[in-house]
């Protein structure tokens, strides 16, 4: 009896992240191509029109969104073509590219200095205060957002004007230095933080004194952008760390 398109896809999934690869929401994607596949019925080898057809769904996605899922099942086709010669990988780009890199918006000083008067009128006892700090850090010293959110209080180091950046991409670590002018509002900050949560691990917290998640930021972001930017696509939090070589202080 031939193994399920579900059972090759979970080995494949495993051996690379086995290499390390985490495959988040890939890994999710393909189970979902897997799972479609035994459901229709089919049981012998990956074909081109088995990917096709699911990488259609839904009808009314854009191309772009198709290319993407036809591109994860290639890689997986490639992969079980070692063991089964009958299988077929998707010809490439059937759908046009599969990835498209987003121009990003270098935010101007008044636009950020817009964002940091925003920030510093949001509800909330610490709150104001945690998107105001965020914000200035993300844009004078080009962290991504998922490094700010994971630095630890003892990470900033108000002393050495350094912050020390763990497991960032690619599994290293690194030294950022901040510049003087940054240091006032790092420093009130920090304080205020200690005052009302002495034993907090995170540098940036919420008003329960738990770590600040990426959902919480992503959703007063769009209040602090709002009006930003031009044409149809709004300024994405992530530009921020693009924009941070035209600044040395906030």
Known sequence: MK??????AQAYL???RALGFKLRTEGTRLLSFARYADASGHRDALTTELAIRWACL?????????????ELVRRFAKHLLLADPKTQVPPRHLFGPAYRRNPPHL????????????????????????????VGLLACT??????????????????QLVVVVRESKGGKHRLVPLHPTALPP??????????????VEHFFV????????YRMVRKAFIGLRAGLGHGRRPPRLHDLTGTSARFHNY
Not at 3 to 8: D, I, K, N
Not at 206 to 213: P, W
Request: aromatic residues 8%.
């Open 142 to 159: 080009g962290l991504r957002i998922s490094e700010a959110l994971n630095l630890k209080a003892s990470d900033v180091d108000l002393e």
């Open 3 to 8: 193994p399920t398109m579900l059972s090759r």
């Open 14 to 16: 495993a051996y690379r």
């Open 206 to 213: 919420c008003n329960r004194g738990t770590a600040l998640t």
């Open 186 to 199: 790092l420093r009130a900050y920090a304080r205020r933080r200690r005052k009302l949560f002495p034993l």
């Open 58 to 70: 839904p009808r009314k996605a854009d191309r772009l969104y198709w290319a993407r899922r036809l």
């Open 107 to 134: 935010y101007s000083s008044k636009e950020i200095r817009l964002m940091l008067h925003r920030a510093g009128q949001l509800k909330g006892g610490l709150r104001p205060h945690t998107f105001e700090t965020l």
